[in-house]
């Protein structure tokens, strides 16, 4: 159970973040309004936004490392929110920040057994295919339907975490006919345990069926889509929760590889955006895992979803023009 | 003590591939940035341009919808940026396409092991998520509504 004293810490932190957020977004309107009144030279110099955009992603890759969530959550809402730059080019940032962590993860997951090509390969078929045709309708989409549509997305994300249970090891009685001809199951080590989980899946064409959703939401919005994979994995098709994570996380790399190219050939990728996110999620990743062995994961998750909240409000009341 | 359960090999090799790739792009995509933002090379869009905004605008270019940045300074889609890479925005397109094609090189690593292994099913997915992401990255895909 959470403590009052801890709730209030949370609701601080959650407060100064949002305050810090929103004064960004303040300096963003009135340097854009100094601009247009000087006819076209900006008052900000350049660097300011590369190097906020680095110090706000450091600090996001801790908070997703200590959250449980992707960079690629928080990353969309909050930069798209509160940054002088377009959804388009946030979106195609978003992608490459979740596929830079994914590939990132992918070695040392699938050296442990944990991520199971076995798992991911079918799924990440349909979630690549389907990442595609997200990314097109996104880009095709007007900025304030993808704003509209990402707030009620991250919304719907939040309720997913605050609701959504886990199972770490669930029962798969008979595993159903698509995952035993495809020999999806495997066996890995739980250390906890100290012994070797032996594992198998059922509900797989439904499983796959949902993957088509995830792809379409991951390429549309430049989310990444771990809040999505891991529920189907774990709780609808029965992997264990480590599975269904690591599984998830190694996905990112493929389904995230077909949207970005479809963003990267369109012109929707700014190096300027990029790079600093990458490099600010990646180094905050690092720190997070270091503060993850000493800190309180229930308040952080709880601090996570509090900004995810705010992020989502944020968007979707840009995206109907109330708070622009 | 017992031994704990290996990863299949196609999955190892798949893991290797993807370690050395990951490596190399993230390395050349710091060091390209560096280059990018020293001034070293001349940049396509100057550095500068970017946070300015343009007349009879509301918003700076970088917060212009992609397609009208795009028509604004003439930037080439597609694989058009082979063609700049000497330019030092467009110098970063090299870490970010080796990030991106990364997952098509795995494919192709694991493709004999599970032909050799005689996995048919496991064949047909790999070799259709190749064409699947070769697709994507083909650049013949083009959004609608512009």
Sequence with gaps: MIHSREVLKILLVVLSIMAIFVSISAFASETQEAARAAASASTTPWWVWPLALFVVTFVLGILAVLGGVGGGVLFVPIIGGFFPFNIDFVRGAGLLVALAGALAAGPGLLRRNLASLRLALPVALIASSAAIVGAMIGLALKPNVVNTLLGATILFIVAIMVTAKKSDFPNVAKPDNLSQSLHIMGIYREESLGKDVEWQVHRTPQGLALFIIIGIMAGMFGLGAGWANVPVLNLLMGAPLKISVATSKFLLSITDTSAAWVYLNQGAVLPMIVVPSIVGIMLGSIVGVKILVKSKPKAIKWMVIGLLLFAGLRALLKGIEIWK | ?146
């Design chain 2, 1 to 146: 003590m017992t031994e704990k359960p290996k990863a299949s090999e196609e999955q190892l090799a798949y893991a290797g591939v993807l370690n050395n790739g990951m490596w190399i792009g993230l390395a050349l995509l710091v060091v390209t940035f560096i280059i990018y933002i020293s001034g070293a090379l001349p940049s396509y869009v100057p550095i500068e341009k970017l946070s300015e905004i343009p007349q009879g605008s509301n918003v700076p270019y970088w917060g212009m919808r992609a397609h009208e940045f795009n028509q604004a300074f003439n930037i080439p889609t597609g694989w058009g940026w082979v063609a700049q890479v000497g330019k030092g925005d467009y110098l970063n397109f090299v870490g970010i396409a080796i990030l991106g094609g990364l997952s098509i090189l795995c494919y192709l690593v694991i493709l004999p092991i599970l032909i050799r292994k005689k996995d048919a099913s496991y064949v047909v997915i790999a070799a259709l998520e190749v064409a699947v992401l070769l697709l994507a990255a083909s650049g013949i895909l083009k959004a609608g509504g512009h």
